[in-house]
């Protein structure tokens, strides 16, 4: 072992990281990619960091004058609680990103190993798992969502995390069962199989690094649906409650209000758009570079 | 000379280069030959050397980032450099054809036989109902069994034999004046292939076309051209008439690439293939001397500074070489000749197998891969199974390994029966077997190094780990010839042959006793296969493992093989010592597999041609299954009876009507008449 590891660094490795680098090098030369990734680098640290980005508590600092248009002081205007719309907005990607991420992560997850199942085991599993995948697809998400948060009859932002991570399974198991269908077939599967390896092995060790990419692709671009899902949920009242900040929640308590106090909805809209937008912007990047 | 119309083809100086990241690759360098009208012109050397980039020039399809950088090409008079986008179009429509290897890749699937060949008349001002009946009359000429049904057709109910003869069809639809073939029969049976060589000849002779034929097979191109030029990175190294390069080379490459072929029944035990040492240089790199210096055993420091002219041979035959007067001296590779323990074939054998039959259930149907095969193998021994695509060979090996279970019949493992699936099988008798797949890329996982492949199948076959295991990686890579350096590396750092390695050290990770080789060297260029096979030889001399080889190549099967089994229809056909099955007397079947394998040598092998395709195994013919296409066929007794499989000589079974000394008497005769 250290005869090995002492020998001189070979070209090998040298030559992956040049492979990698020059998926980055390709995502970094596009200026819509690199303008997504800091937008989603904004909202993040947001996020991350409410207190340091927003000028006024976004929920305990309510004693400003109710429903004022945007000013040099509240540059969003006021809410008609009297709280600083600007440092709403600013505060209220938390909730959505949290959400949302940890959706795509459960829905990848879940879905990939689906996916893997049902694509190398075959048989009576991929039948019934597949027609159960195009029952599923066959629904449309937002009723579903709504339909299944109504009927467990609680709307807390993890319920709303893990129904949408497991709508997002099929879709996600749909992809990746079709790669590993391909690559079942390659002799690398069948020389693994005559040497005794078992199945869990094979899928997840031999077969998972080479649909990887589908994977990350697919990661991708499912978190800019999960985006958008949980803004409609959260428009439609389900998910994060008041009075937290959040760009949905907010939408949903005033766009009645939207004549004249229009800044309440328009701001809000608008952030769940740029982080959506940019989400979208940067898996298509992703797709292209690993699609090459 | 004394022509007065221009030559078809007239390509001097030729500089192609590729632009890779921002950098101008040379890919061909002043590349000058010319072509007659009505002479047919090949173009040899392993992959990378620039063959189909000079055909790809010449059609002025090259990629996005390839670009002639210099020189002139001229087919019949014209400047096809200088042509504009409608002069590029009417060259295309009227003056050049191109055929390329896979001619389902071709055809458009969706579309019928008759609408594409049709639409190839169309172009040249046709009307509809003119070209269909021209396409009727084109299809005629390429000889297709039953023409105006084969327009009715989608191109995936033809078989590959048919494809290529409607590609061809509808090259000539414009009475080219020159027809490029790329390598147009490598995918195809070597019975197939003759008769496609056959037709592409008659024709040529026919219409007066001028044709370039590119291959990587030395004995199409001895059997199809009247002048050779060889490639290697890019420049041409000889050049001159067909039998002359091939008989007497003048560069150490020509003389290097004939040695490495498996030819003129050699066999393992007559001594190792010569081999090419080294690799082709990288694309683009700068060559001050000699492009082959680097890897020619002739070379000294003017070679390696000084580029050699190409200088006239004799009269029409020229070598880019210093040293030409010498290259059939070139010294070989030293290899050690190796020891062959003879098979003994007392004991109980390794794998012996049973009546093994399988039956696919396909869309109904009964397909019949396997019927009744029995054979036994003994340790250190090779099997060689030869046979036309469908004719069971494959099947029979995947049933060996328990990847498809048999219908009936047994496989025995030292006597004892093997679980007719890999999943039952326990891991001794998984190590016991062990497969090198015909596709490197496929094999090998390309998201782990070779070091992880390696040791992973070192853990599982031999069951060892830690190190252990890094000692026995040590031992095998420096068995099959790898390089340290190679173990950190994925597969696609390497190239086909050294991948080929990495496979084989891993079927090899736990002491198999038997090894199925699937093709193993068909995707690879011949200096490669040479070296493959003498290390498949050198493990079976120290291991004492035993071979199930499987090839189309007959050359290469009876160098490795002690005994052959030739398989028809999922029959064994005949079944004997490889000297005995090469020499004969052969059953018929074997005897025009052989006669359709174009010689280097040229010689009189050209007696017999199968007519037709392999009957459906859905719906086999009766009695003798090959009574259809047998060129020795008796009469009814073949119609009605399935001759048994008899020991005809001593070892030496054979499934036909005809008793061997009639068969010697007339194979005999007709060689003496060749």
Redesign the interface.
């Known amino acids: 072992m250290s005869t090995l590891a002492s020998t001189p660094p070979p070209l090998a490795r040298t030559e992956a990281r040049a492979a990698r680098s020059e998926r980055l090098r390709l995502l970094a030369r596009s200026p819509l990619v690199v303008g997504g990734g800091i937008v989603i680098a904004f909202w993040i640290f947001c996020a991350l960091f409410p207190g340091v980005v927003c000028p006024h508590n976004p929920i305990f600092d309510n004693n400003f004058v109710p429903s004022q248009p945007p000013s040099w002081a509240h540059p969003f205007g006021t809410d008609t609680n009297g709280r600083d719309v600007f440092s709403r907005v600013l505060a209220g990607s938390r909730a959505i990103l949290q959400i949302s991420i940890a959706a795509t992560v459960i829905g990848t997850v879940l879905g990939t190993s689906l996916g893997l199942l049902t694509g190398y085991l075959r048989g009576v599993v991929d039948d019934v798992a597949s027609r159960f995948i195009d029952a599923i697809l066959s629904l449309p998400l937002i009723v579903t969502a709504i339909f299944v948060v109504t009927a467990v009859g609680n709307s807390g932002r993890w319920v709303v995390t893990l129904i949408i991570g497991l709508i997002f399974t099929p879709v996600i198991a749909r992809t990746v069962r079709a790669g590993v269908l391909a690559e079942a077939e390659l002799d690398y599967v069948q020389a693994a199989r005559l040497r005794g390896e078992r199945s869990h092995y094979i899928m997840f060790s031999e077969i998972l690094p080479n649909v990887m990419s589908l994977v990350v692709v697919e990661f991708t671009v499912r978190l800019g649906y999960a985006i958008f899902a949980i803004a409609t949920l959260g428009f439609l009242g389900f998910g994060v409650a008041p009075p937290s900040p959040d760009w949905a929640a907010q939408i949903y308590q005033y766009y009645t209000l939207i004549d004249p106090y229009w800044w309440m909805t328009l701001f809000p809209a608008l952030a769940i758009a740029s982080l959506v937008v940019a989400v979208n912007l940067v898996a298509d990047g992703v797709r292209e570079a690993y699609e090459r | 000379m004394t022509d007065v119309a221009p030559r078809a083809l007239d390509v001097s100086d030729l500089e192609v280069v590729y632009r890779v990241r921002g950098i101008d690759r040379p890919v061909l360098r002043g590349v000058t030959f010319s072509i007659g009208r009505g002479d047919s012109y090949g173009l040899v050397g392993e992959s990378g050397c620039g063959k189909s980039t000079a055909a790809l020039a010449i059609v002025r399809y090259l990629a996005g980032n390839g670009r002639v950088a210099g020189g002139a090409i001229s087919v019949a008079g014209k400047d096809v450099l200088a042509l504009g986008q409608r002069g590029l179009r009417e060259y295309h429509a009227r003056t050049v054809s191109m055929v390329y290897q896979n001619p389902g890749a071709a055809l458009n699937p969706s579309l019928r036989i008759g609408t594409q060949v049709a639409e190839a008349f169309a172009v040249l001002g046709a009307t509809k109902s003119e070209a269909e009946e021209r396409s009727l009359a084109a299809l005629m000429r390429v000889q297709i069994a039953d023409p105006s049904s084969v327009l009715a057709r989608y191109p995936h109910q033809l078989s590959g034999g048919m494809q290529q003869r409607v590609v061809i069809a509808m090259a000539l639809a414009k009475d080219p004046t020159l027809l490029i073939l790329d390598e147009p029969t490598t995918g195809l049976d070597a019975t197939v292939e003759a008769e496609v060589l056959d037709l592409v000849k008659q024709l040529q002779a026919e219409l007066d076309t001028a044709v370039l034929f590119i291959s990587h097979n030395l004995g199409v191109i001895s059997k199809m051209c009247d002048r050779v030029g060889v490639l290697y990175a890019g420049r041409l190294v000889e050049e001159g008439p067909v039998e002359t390069v091939l008989q007497d080379p003048r560069h150490p490459y020509t003389v290097g690439l004939l040695r490495c072929i498996p030819r003129g029944g050699v066999r393992k035990d007559h001594g190792r293939l010569d081999t090419i040492p080294g690799f082709l240089p990288p694309l683009g790199v700068e060559i001050l001397g000699c492009v082959y210096a680097d890897r020619c055993a002739l070379a000294d420091e003017r070679c390696r500074t000084d580029e050699p002219p190409f200088e006239t041979v004799v009269t029409g035959h020229a070598s880019r070489c210093w040293y030409h007067e010498r290259a059939a001296s070139l010294p070989r590779v030293e290899v050690a000749d190796i020891e062959l323990p003879a098979v003994d074939r007392t004991g109980t054998p390794l794998v012996e197998i049973q009546e093994l039959t399988k039956v696919f259930k396909q869309r109904g149907q009964d397909v019949h891969a396997l019927t009744e095969v029995s054979a036994a193998i003994w340790p250190g021994e090779t099997l060689g199974l030869v046979g036309e695509s469908g004719s069971g060979k494959t099947t029979l090996a995947r049933t060996l390994?328990?990847?498809v279970p048999p219908t009936s019949g047994v496989a025995l493992l030292d006597g004892s029966p093997l679980p007719p699936r890999?999943q039952k099988?326990s891991?001794e008798q998984?190590?016991a077997?062990?497969?090198v797949?015909q596709?490197p890329d496929?094999?090998?996982?390309?998201?782990?190094?070779v070091r992880r492949i390696l040791l992973?199948?070192l853990k599982?076959?031999a069951g060892i780990g830690?190190?252990a295991a890094?000692a026995r990686m040590q031992d095998l890579v420096a068995r099959v010839r790898l390089t340290?350096?190679t173990?950190?590396?994925?597969p696609v750092?390497l190239s086909g042959g050294l991948k080929q390695r990495v496979?084989i050290a891993?079927a090899f990770?736990?002491d198999p006793r038997l090894v199925v080789c699937d093709e193993p060297t068909s995707a690879l260029d011949v200096s490669v296969q040479a070296a493959i096979l003498n290390l498949l030889v050198e493990l079976q001399a120290e291991k004492r493992v035993a071979y199930v080889f499987i090839s189309h190549d007959l050359g290469v099967v009876r160098y490795l093989s002690d005994r052959i089994a030739v398989l028809y229809l999922g029959r064994v056909q005949e079944l004997g010592p490889a000297d005995v099955v090469f020499d004969g007397p052969h059953h018929p079947y074997t005897e025009a597999l052989l006669s359709a394998v174009p010689t280097i040598d040229g010689g009189g092998r050209d007696r017999i041609r199968l007519e037709g395709d392999v009957p459906s195994a859905a719906s086999p013919p009766t009695g003798c299954v090959f009574h259809t296409r047998c060129p020795r066929f008796l009469g009814s007794i073949c119609v009605e009876q399935e001759p048994p499989l008899v020991e005809v000589e001593d070892g030496h079974h054979m499934r036909c009507h005809i008793p061997i000394e009639e068969l010697r008497v007339m194979q005999r005769k007709e060689r003496a008449t060749a």
């Open positions: 390994l328990g990847i890999y099988r891991q998984l190590r077997l062990q497969i797949f596709n496929s094999a090998l996982n390309r998201r782990h190094s992973r199948s599982k076959l830690g190190s890094e340290e350096r173990l950190t590396q994925k750092q496979a891993r990770a736990g």
